[in-house]
């Protein structure tokens, strides 16, 4: 949220000068909380580890003792243990039917008035109404969204007016290397079906 300020502050034609308290907050040494723990909450940690996080996680399943002492995670079998404990809550889920608006106005009041809340699962996972609300009212201190519901927001939803939130295009494998990486993997599944061979990527239905 800063970042996104302090950009506008930077190319205004109104800047001055720039105020020498307008501070952010520290990700060093501050709590994660990861919300899916699956392959891609996994490399969240790893990268957080390299901030010295204190890195918490909820999952359906816990991950074995040496995954989480490879990253440094500490495993919290209630999601709400999680809220309450971290300044920044990545949501890294799938949507399913559990997981639709697995944060609603109760979970936004369990977090930190600090706290930032980051999705780059689906934008349903969140109720955005109740998150508008936390915002406006301070129950949380910003937001980070890179999905929505739908994408695009309609131009007038209130999340677009908001000073505390960042909104960007749904945008996290946005690279030519990862959609490369993305379109290789869906051509080597096709030619394991076609030739009777184990597919690499076969999703197991639970």
Request: with cysteine; hydrophobic share 45%; proline share 5%.
């Amino acid at each position: 949220v800063y970042f996104h300020a302090g950009c506008q502050i930077a190319v205004s034609p109104d800047t001055r000068h720039f105020a020498v308290d307008w501070l952010g907050v520290e990700v060093t040494r501050a709590t994660l909380g990861i919300v899916g723990m699956g392959s891609i909450g996994y490399r969240v940690a790893q990268r957080a580890r390299a901030f010295s996080m204190r890195i918490l996680y909820h999952n359906r399943n816990r991950r074995r003792k040496e995954e989480e002492e490879a990253v440094g995670a500490h495993y919290c079998e209630k999601m709400e243990d999680l809220l309450q404990q971290s300044d920044f809550v990545m949501l890294v889920v799938n949507l399913t039917p559990e997981t639709h608006k697995l944060i609603g106005k109760r979970e936004l009041g369990l977090m930190k008035p600090t706290a930032t809340l980051i999705n780059i699962s689906r934008g349903a996972v969140i109720d955005q109404g109740a998150l508008v609300e936390a915002l406006q009212n301070k129950i949380i201190r910003a937001a980070a969204l890179d999905v929505t519901y739908p994408e695009p927001l309609p131009r007038d939803h209130p999340l677009l007016k908001l000073n505390n939130i960042i909104i960007t295009p749904h945008i996290g494998t946005a690279t030519v290397q990862a959609l490369r990486m993305m379109a290789e993997e869906a051509i080597a599944n096709m030619l394991a079906v076609l030739s009777g061979q184990p597919v690499p990527s076969e999703v197991f239905p639970k």
